[in-house]
Structures are given as structure tokens and as C-alpha cells.
């Protein structure tokens, strides 16, 4: 089966990349060349989810023909957030610079995507609306251009970080699996969806969030907190990673006592507008007002006929999540396991009041689950920044905790696959940040915690010898779970992709509930694993202790 071919491929391509030692330099610019080519190239073999696509290019069309102050209040579908439509704004420029973008019939509003018109009619809206057409391969191309080019950002910052922390052999190894995972593949090259550019915003948000953490410098506070705003403003998803600038935060309180950071946390942001030194309170303070600044700079040209820029985009985000109301939306979760095969829930429909909103015993759940997400990344965060005590007698330095950068995406990827594991509302790609950080976190494991970085590779199935090859088996496992999640609802939408999709989707559309219990062990995983990375990944005067 081509699906399972697929799925059992990449993993073993994974663990035989790290068997290569050295390769000269001419090799690995062509290689990496030839994969930057290739992903051009694929991204015009198919159209797209054809729902999305339409929409979307419909989006693109909006922004550089209307007056922005329109985009939002015409009456047209619009459920991403400010950000987000200026990237597709750019995407609408680049399409006009080149003569790539659609064009519209006279009289005609939008295109209408296929998915949404059965029988190829249009539901009420002949008059304005023309059913969406194969586009042309140029303008597909033109579509993709900046999610791709997030994606290839993404791999070489892999890189960078593998360079700087680990070594250029395992920086150049990430960064290739990266490109030629099918996970990315089908999300941007395929789907030409935007969570590569909305990972790359979080991505360098917790990097200057890593300086925060080991240098405190102002500018570092006011970078970061302004890419995660930039983030949020693309896709509230993006929300679900501040609890990582709250355990930074609290960390910088010195407490010592478990108890008392878990007490800090539940007070936040009370506790360190108290506590925290004079400078520390100086540069939340200025991150606070980085962030309402940024939030109106993006806003400001999409503000309507409603109240104020931060009130409008609290409404967008909030109307945006309140768009889908069933308990999982193609994701492979635990509520996909409940409502389609346990039937402990009778229906993927949620709960609704007498008003159309969501039961609030439901409410207090999906609020819930981030609250004890945040106190478990807080909790999580100062175990493994804790100086262990020297043991009597040691004459050794006690082993120092593992670096900034990989605790931060370590904790960056399970808080976000535990958000996709446990919440509902959740979409098929909602895991795809989390797979990017456990990607990150592989590359930045420090060179001096372990000799596989040197090319000493243990034997496959030995892999709780050192914090490389314990992280090793979340990432295809991840990345295969995802590809599966994706064709499940991509593939018969898609336009232009010819049958080789079609057996692909055939193939997913059964696999919900398998890789629904693969996510949840991976999560599973990802937490009995940090124990021992607490234990092998520790240094000692520059050995592993």
C-alpha cells in the first residue's frame, strides 16, 4: 500500500541518515539545492485542498483590490486573524507582479469552492459567486511561495542551531529530514497552508525568549513578546505557547521551592509584578506595551466600522474560535476516539445552549485543559532548570541543566501536542508546530551531552543511552501520525492531483483511530522520556555527566 509505503519509509530513512559521517560540501549544496527545487516543483503538481485554496485566493484577490477597512466587513468569510491576511496580501502582490493572480468575472464577487457547491451548483449566490476553476500552475505556484519559503527558513534554522550547539553533521542531518519529511511536505508544499510561517513566528519568538532566559537583556524581552504577538495575529493557536514565557518569567523569581513556583504561577502576573527585580518588572512592563503596540499596528489598517483595534481583534480571535463548534475537526485525537469508536460521546457535534453556544461545563474544559497545560510547563520548565546538589563527598561540579534552547522546544512540542491530544475544536494540522519543535530540540541538544553527535551512533533499539536517540523516535512517529491525519480530509478536495490521491485518501480514511492512539503515546512518550533526559543530558565540566 502506498500510504503505509510512505509511512514506514521516512522513519527508516530517519535513523539510516544518522549512519552518514561526512559528506563533502559540494555534495550537501546540491543536495540541499535539489530539495528546495523539488518542493517548487511539487507545489504545482496539485492545486490544494480545494476548500481552503478557494477561500484563500479569494483572500489574496481581497487584499490588494479592496480598501483593506473592507476585507472584514463585506459580508465575506473571513476567519483569519489580521496578520494572516497581510501574508496572503503579500501573496496577492506577488501574484499581481508577476501576472499570476485570478481574475474575476464582471459582476462576480468571489469563486466558490467546489467542495462547498454540490452537484456543481451554487446555493443561493448566483448572482455574485462563479465555482472556482483549475487555476493555472503559475498562480499555484505564486500561492505557496511563502509557506514554502518558511519551510526552507524553518529547516536552516535547524541547521543554525545544530552548528552553534551540537555540531555542523547533525545541523545539515535535521535540516535534510526537515525537507523531505511528508509531514511538511503535504501541509506546505501540498496544502499550501500557513502553519510553517506561523511556526517560524514562534520559532523565533522562543529564540530571543532563549536570550531572555540566558542573558535578560531588554531588547531580547521586547523582541520576543512582539513575534508571538505577530504569531497570535496570524492564528490563535499560536496562544497556546505563552505558557513558555511564563515559566521563563517565573523562573527569574529564584524560587526554590516547588510548591511556592506552582503558588507564583497561579498569581501570575500579580506574583512577579511583586517579586521580581526592578529591571525584570521594568521589561515585562515594556513586553506588555511591545505587545498592545504591535496588535495595533497590525490592526489598524483592518479597522472597521467596530470599536477600537485591540477590542476588534479580540472579537476576530474569539468569533474565529467560536467558527467550529464539533469536538474534533479531522483531528486525530482522544475525542476522535470517543465520538467515532468508543461512543462514549454520542456525537462529534458539541453541546449548545439555547443561544447556540457551547454547554459551559464544556467551556470550563477547554479552559481547563490550557490552565493545567501552563502550570505542568511551568512545573516541567524548573525541574529541568534545577543546579542539582552535589552529593556528599562528590568532588565534582554538579551537573549543570540541559541549555535553554532545548528545554524550550522540548516543552515548546509536548505543551502543544498535548494541546492537540486533549482539546477539542481541534484541525488535523494543529500538530504540526509541535513536530517542529521536537525537530528543533533534536538539532540543539548540546555536543558535550552525548558522542552520538561525533558520528558514535548506538545500535538501533539502544536508544536510552543518550538524549539524541531518546528524543529520535517522537519525530517520525510525529511526522508519519500527521501525513496519515492529513490525507484523512486533504485528498478529495484536492484538484488537479490525479489518482494517485485518491488512493491515498482511501488508504487514510480508516486510519483515525490507530494514529489517534499514536499521538496520544507519543505524548505519553515525550513525558516518561524527561526523566532520563534530565539524567543523560546533563553536563559536567563539558562531559556528560
Avoid at 510548591?259 to 498569581?267: E, N, R, V, Y
Amino acid at each position: 500500500m502506498l500510504l503505509w509505503s510512505i509511512i514506514i519509509l521516512f522513519p527508516i530513512i530517519f535513523f539510516l541518515a544518522h549512519k552518514i559521517k561526512k559528506l563533502p560540501k559540494w555534495s550537501i549544496i546540491t543536495i540541499f539545492s535539489l530539495l528546495v527545487l523539488l518542493r517548487f516543483y511539487l507545489s504545482t503538481t496539485v492545486n490544494g485542498y480545494q476548500i481552503d485554496f478557494g477561500w484563500a485566493t479569494n483572500w489574496c484577490m481581497n487584499m490588494v483590490t479592496l480598501p483593506l477597512r473592507k476585507v472584514y466587513f463585506q459580508g465575506f468569510f473571513v476567519n483569519y486573524q489580521p496578520f494572516g491576511m497581510i501574508i496572503y496580501g503579500l501573496t496577492g502582490l506577488l501574484g499581481k507582479l508577476f501576472h499570476t493572480l485570478p481574475s474575476l468575472p464582471n459582476g462576480i464577487t468571489a469563486f466558490w469552492p467546489w467542495g462547498l457547491a454540490p452537484n456543481g451548483e451554487l446555493p443561493n449566490y448566483q448572482n455574485t459567486y462563479t465555482l472556482m476553476p483549475v487555476f493555472s500552475r503559475l498562480w499555484v505556484l505564486t500561492f505557496k511561495f511563502i509557506p514554502i519559503c518558511a519551510d526552507i527558513a524553518l529547516a536552516y534554522i535547524a541547521y543554525w542551531l545544530g552548528k552553534k550547539y551540537s555540531s555542523e553533521r547533525i545541523g545539515l542531518i535535521t535540516a535534510a529530514l526537515m525537507l523531505i519529511c511528508p509531514a511538511m511536505a503535504i501541509d506546505t508544499v501540498y496544502w499550501g497552508q500557513l502553519d510553517s510561517v506561523l511556526t517560524l513566528l514562534i520559532v523565533l519568538s522562543i529564540i530571543f525568549l532563549v536570550r531572555v532566559a540566558e542573558k535578560n537583556q531588554t531588547k531580547d524581552w521586547i523582541i520576543a513578546s512582539g513575534i508571538l504577538t505577530l504569531a497570535i495575529c496570524t492564528k490563535p493557536q499560536a496562544i497556546f505557547f505563552v505558557p513558555l514565557f511564563v515559566a521563563v518569567m517565573i523562573k527569574k523569581l529564584n524560587i526554590k521551592n516547588l510548591g511556592l513556583t506552582i503558588l507564583a504561577t497561579l498569581f501570575f502576573p500579580f506574583s512577579f509584578l511583586i517579586f521580581a527585580k526592578k529591571w525584570d518588572r521594568i521589561n515585562f512592563l515594556l513586553s506588555i506595551a511591545t505587545i498592545l503596540i504591535v496588535a495595533t499596528l497590525v490592526t489598524l489598517p483592518f479597522q472597521g466600522p467596530i470599536i477600537g483595534n485591540i477590542t476588534w481583534l479580540v472579537d476576530q480571535i474569539t468569533s474565529t474560535a467560536g467558527t467550529y463548534k464539533q469536538f474534533t475537526l479531522n483531528a486525530y485525537n482522544i475525542f476522535l476516539l470517543l465520538t467515532s469508536n468508543l461512543s462514549l460521546i454520542k456525537s462529534n457535534d458539541m453541546p449548545l445552549d439555547s443561544s447556540g453556544n457551547i454547554v459551559s461545563s464544556w467551556k470550563f474544559y477547554m479552559a481547563l485543559i490550557p490552565v493545567l497545560v501552563t502550570f505542568g510547563t511551568v512545573w516541567l520548565y524548573h525541574i529541568f532548570t534545577k543546579q542539582p546538589k552535589p552529593k556528599k563527598n562528590q568532588k565534582e561540579q554538579a551537573p549543570a541543566p540541559l541549555p535553554a534552547q532545548t528545554i524550550l522546544f522540548l516543552l515548546g512540542g509536548i505543551l502543544m501536542l498535548a494541546i492537540f491530544v486533549f482539546m477539542p475544536q481541534m484541525h488535523e494540522r494543529y500538530s504540526y508546530p509541535a513536530l517542529i519543535m521536537f525537530y528543533l530540540a533534536y538539532a540543539s541538544m548540546p555536543k558535550n551531552t552525548s558522542k552520538i553527535s561525533e558520528g558514535n551512533q548506538p545500535k538501533f533499539f539502544t536508544f536510552h543511552s543518550s538524549p539524541f536517540t531518546l528524543l529520535a523516535p517522537l519525530i517520525p512517529v510525529i511526522s508519519v501520525s500527521f501525513f496519515a491525519n492529513c490525507m484523512s480530509a486533504f485528498s478529495p478536495f484536492v484538484l488537479g492531483g490525479g489518482d494517485i490521491w485518491n488512493k491515498l485518501y482511501s488508504q487514510a480514511a480508516n486510519t483515525g483511530p490507530f494514529f489517534s492512539i499514536v499521538y496520544i503515546l507519543s505524548l505519553a512518550y515525550a513525558i516518561y522520556i524527561i526523566p532520563k533526559l534530565l539524567k543523560t543530558g546533563r553536563i559536567t565540566n563539558g562531559k556528560q555527566a
